[in-house]
């Protein structure tokens, strides 16, 4: 202390930097403030809006509107038990033939294909995430049903022991019901995956590309062949961001409207059998029903779509934690 | 010729029981590359090189940096080839038979022929034991619990890495020092029984502690396998190799060897003129 | 040299240039990655014998039907096989690699088949109408349901789309591209909260933010079913992409372009408006485009809040319905007509073309600033 005060140098405590800014970055930063928080308003104002809306709704159903199957504004009784459940079986359906379709061809495009075409496949996969939802759907209505029926009906002939693949009636018979096998969840299912495939395998192949040459040449000069140096190195390394992109697709796949719109014919029974015709998901649901409702059906539509919105937000968080919390994702970083 | 004398540069006497020469019945195998050319697309980066490497020797690649000695090195184990644009001329030979021959297995070789690179790269994912058997389980050796930790103890004792890590195999090999990484790595090569060990400034990354712990690993392995190491260091070249090859590649011309011999000529009387001005730091 | 005789040494024999050099052949590279004759002979063997074993099975074993059934067997016949020749000739972890990869082959060809059959099918559906020029002059209501192709067209829709587009544009970037700016150039706890919320609304299902404009403008502010409407819906769902791929260009400007404008005295925001702006215009660019081609394709907010009409209405404001070419793809194709359901396909092609057109020139601007740096 004697020796700060003879030589005049202030005592060993960090200073305040005060800068002042000019006027011109005070406006930038309180501008683009603005807008950002006219954004995070935008965005937060959609899930109280739907939550208001959705006050009648609870008021007048209570809880049985998640329990109740069936769904008639006519009689009073609306729910969404059945909805819901189909909304899973299309987005689990999607998932499952999504999932592996996607990491292989994530892994075909880092991995296996030549260099020189490389960035022309990775072109073609962004131009399949860009083409329109609605084109995917009259594909899937008019090219792949007459198909997906066989497929269908091959399956629940061979597998219909397991209960979620039998089909009412007898498939083996001559004349077997061709009606029952069509707009089932299975198809919707096919149909979506072909929208979330290009979203899930292009995060895959961001994650896979960044898997450090070190651990690849290190699993190669060991002898390994190239599988064995993609499942020792490549795809540890990028499972982060196969279950980021997995949680994405799923994201994409409960929220599906019109490809599912295509193929739905709405039917509110509790059905397991995804090959059987007659199934609803919640966004099919208010897409459908929409245009012709009255205030307390408009209501309850509008609670159906706060319960898509909380389920489809809990899985996108789910799916940021996953990614941020993975090696893969500490690389991304530049 | 006391100008061309200059060992007394090079501290290296107190290692002397270790690093001695001799080495009555080396195992490891002999590699002859025998007139290797190399191409990056057109760009020619080695002309004509031509070295043997015997059992019971470390031989040093010593060179400025862009010489080819790299290059070289990963030709010996067809490292090479992973580059899309690489292209080589010339034989390796392995025992006599040439590894780039039709019919060679790729994953054989390199099975055969390890290697340790500038980083240290041990897989993230895997513990340290996991690490140590990594090769086997890509070629698809399947091992009994007791060979398989037999084995484990044996390449890590072997890489002076046992007493260190003995109580934590099941560890995570990230969580260790750089130079334990390493020398994880040479236990990692060693594990497969390759006869000959390539090494890429396997050093360059470590501390001189770490460093020694390396050097020594690589003098007790000199009788069991055939150690081919890159080095840009001049020391580390006198105090572990036996035989020494000079690289340099003039401006715009492709690396070559221009000397290659025993360590203690290249380093006290070499023939070469360029050999003497690089070992005595005058240039690279 | 001779006085000094190198130590022990000797005792290694070391040759340090192979005596048997061949000097005389020539020095040509040597084939590295020749695919060799095995390799291909197991595939096309494996190819062969599985579709023969197919032909045979086919019928008795597996009854698909149809050429679909025909093929997806004829793969995993092929697995099997190919597995097994391997196997012959080669150890365990190249039976493996060899079948990981025909599978990952596999997966890639059926994705490509997929995107091949969507557009030819597409276009083929179509192909009876697109030859009528009338079909892009002619607003949709001087068809008729059952008339034939040479009356009514699409040009309406397709000018309601730009419309509905362009205002969205208008509305979503400068949000986009503020918050971005935001989120790269300001940063702070806020920023990150930010971030999570664009974040979680990039996968926000599109239907719900037709839900949202309908109960705020027509329920809130007792609006109409119009064209703003559709753009608001638009513009709600474009935003959070035009942010996030803004904020990834933004982000590759390397942080010593600011530190060096920082510390020659620029202000923050010259810095951002002289510096990190045009150093990031081919992504912030690229960023737009991509938007754009999301929004025309955008069809789940328009079944909520456009309203279906034939007639053409460029005034997106007015209490009148404003048609646009998802919503009139979607409608052609539900209404079970087949020359309505042709128009439907000529107009889906038309959609593609846009979309793809507008994917060429992101590709193009990307190929651009390769070559230029």
């Not at chain 2, 290692?15 to 007139?35: I, Q, R």
């Not at chain 3, 020749?85 to 365990?92: A, K, V």
């Not at chain 3, 690699?97 to 995107?115: E, H, N, Q, S, Y």
Request: hydrophobic share 50%.
């Amino acid at each position: 202390m004697a020796g700060s005060a003879e030589s005049g140098i202030s005592p060993d405590q960090p200073i305040t930097i005060r800068a002042t800014l000019p006027w011109a970055d005070r406006v930038f930063r309180r501008g683009v403030s603005g807008v950002a928080g006219l954004v995070l308003a935008l965005f937060g104002s959609i899930g109280l809006f739907l939550a208001y809306q959705s006050i009648p709704t609870f008021n007048r159903y209570g809880l049985s509107f998640l329990t109740r199957a069936n769904w008639d504004p006519e009689l009073d009784k609306v729910g969404i038990s059945s909805t819901l459940l189909g909304t899973f079986e299309v987005a689990v359906i999607a998932l499952m033939i999504a999932f592996p379709v996607a990491l292989g061809t994530a892994l075909f495009i880092s991995e296996y294909s030549p260099a020189r075409i490389r960035s022309l496949l990775i072109s073609l996969v962004d131009l399949m995430a860009a083409v329109p939802s609605v084109i995917y759907g009259a594909w899937g209505f008019f090219l792949l049903m007459p198909h997906a029926k066989l497929v269908s009906r091959w399956i629940s002939l061979y597998l219909g022991w397991i209960p979620i693949f039998r089909v009412n009636g007898d498939p083996s018979s001559a004349t077997w019901a061709q009606s029952r096998f069509v707009n089932s969840a299975f198809i919707a299912g096919i149909c979506v995956s072909l929208m979330i495939i290009p979203i899930a395998c292009s995060v895959m192949r961001g994650v896979f590309a960044q898997a450090p040459l070190g651990e690849r040449e290190a699993a190669y000069a060991l002898g390994s062949t190239r599988w064995g140096m993609v499942h020792t190195v490549v795809l540890p390394f990028g499972r982060g961001g196969i279950i980021g992109g997995t949680m994405l697709g799923l994201g994409r796949a409960l929220g599906e409207t019109i490809a599912v719109l295509f193929i739905i014919s709405l039917n509110f029974n509790i059905n397991f059998r995804i090959l059987q015709s007659g199934f609803s998901t919640i966004s099919a649901l208010i897409a459908n029903d929409f245009g012709e409702s009255t205030k307390p059906q408009l209501a309850a539509l509008f609670t159906a779509g706060l319960v898509l919105f909380i389920i489809t937000l809990a899985v996108n968080t789910g799916a940021a934690v996953l990614i941020g919390r993975s090696r893969s994702g500490a690389a991304t970083e530049i | 010729m006391q100008a061309a004398q200059p060992t007394s540069d090079f501290d290296v006497p107190a290692l002397a029981p270790d690093f001695g020469p001799e080495v009555l019945h080396p195992k490891g195998a002999h590699l002859d590359a025998v007139a290797v050319s190399a191409w990056f697309g057109t760009n020619k980066v080695l002309e004509r090189v031509s070295l043997s490497m015997s059992p019971g020797t470390v031989t040093a690649l010593i060179g400025p940096s862009g010489c080819g000695k790299s290059t070289f090195l990963r030709i010996l184990n067809r490292m090479h080839e992973m580059v899309p644009i690489a292209k080589l001329a010339g034989q390796v030979r392995l025992d006599g038979k040439d590894i780039y021959a039709p019919g060679q297995r790729l994953t054989e070789t390199r099975k055969r022929i390890g290697m340790v690179f500038q980083k240290p790269n041990p897989f993230p994912t895997m513990s340290i034991g996991e690490n140590v058997t990594a090769g086997l389980k890509l070629t698809g050796v399947r091992l009994g619990k007791s060979d398989r930790d037999a084995l484990i103890e044996r390449s890590l004792s072997r890489a002076g890495l046992w007493t260190e890590v003995k109580d934590r195999l099941g560890n995570a090999g990230g969580a260790l020092s750089g130079g334990q990484q390493q020398r994880l790595c040479i236990a990692r090569s060693l594990a497969v029984d390759p006869d000959v060990l390539l090494m890429d400034e396997p050093c360059s990354a470590l501390d001189p502690t770490s460093t020694f712990r390396v050097e020594q690993t690589i003098a007790e392995l000199r009788s069991e396998v055939t150690v081919v190491i890159v080095t840009h260091n001049m020391q580390q070249a006198a105090r572990v190799s036996q035989q020494c090859a000079f690289f340099l590649a003039a401006q715009g011309t492709p690396g070559g060897i221009v000397e290659a011999g025993p360590t203690t000529k290249i380093f006290s009387a070499p023939e070469d003129p360029r050999t003497e001005d690089y070992v005595n730091g005058r240039f690279g | 040299m001779s006085t000094q005789s190198p130590p022990i040494t000797t005792e290694v024999e070391i040759v340090s240039v192979a005596e048997q050099a061949p000097i005389d052949r020539p020095d040509v590279p040597i084939p590295l990655r020749k695919i060799s004759a095995d390799e291909i002979l197991s595939v096309v063997g494996a190819l062969l014998g599985s579709f023969c074993l197919v032909w045979v099975l086919f019928d008795y074993v597996l009854p698909f039907g149809g050429g679909l059934g025909f093929i997806v067997s004829w793969y995993f016949a092929f697995l099997a096989l190919y597995a097994g020749i391997t196997g012959l000739s080669h150890p365990r972890p190249v039976v493996i690699d060899r079948v990981m990869g025909a599978v990952f082959i596999g997966m890639g060809l059926l994705v490509g088949f997929v995107l091949v059959t969507v557009v030819v099918y597409t276009t083929l559906q179509g192909r009876d109408v697109l030859p009528h020029w009338n079909f892009f002059t002619q607003p949709a209501s001087a068809g008729s349901l059952r008339g034939p192709y040479n009356k009514g067209g699409i040009s309406n829709i397709i000018m309601g789309s730009l419309i509905q587009v362009s205002i969205a544009v208008g509305i979503s970037f400068p949000l986009g591209i503020g918050t971005a700016v935001f989120m790269t150039e300001v940063g702070g706890a806020f920023s990150r909260v930010v971030r999570t919320v664009v974040e979680a609304m990039t996968a926000l299902p599109d239907l719900l933010a037709g839900l949202f404009v309908y109960a705020v403008l027509i329920l809130k502010f007792h609006g109409h079913r119009n064209g703003f409407a559709v753009s608001v819906a638009l513009a709600v769902t474009m935003t959070p992409i035009v942010a996030r791929s803004a904020e990834v260009a933004l982000r590759v400007v390397p942080g010593g372009l600011r530190e060096a404008g920082q510390a020659l005295g620029a202000s923050n925001w010259q810095t951002v408006r002289r510096i990190v702006l045009p150093t990031a215009t081919p992504g912030l660019v690229t960023a737009l485009i991509l938007s754009i081609a999301r929004g025309i394709g955008e069809s789940a907010p328009l079944l909520i809040v456009s309203g279906f009409t034939t007639f053409a209405n460029y005034n997106p404001v007015d209490g009148q319905p404003m048609n646009s070419l998802p919503l009139y793809i979607f409608e052609c194709l539900k209404s079970g007509e087949p020359r309505e359901i042709a128009r439907g396909f000529a107009a889906a092609v038309v959609l593609l073309f846009i979309v793809f057109f507008l994917f060429a020139i992101t590709r193009f601007l990307a190929r651009q600033k390769v070559t230029t740096r």
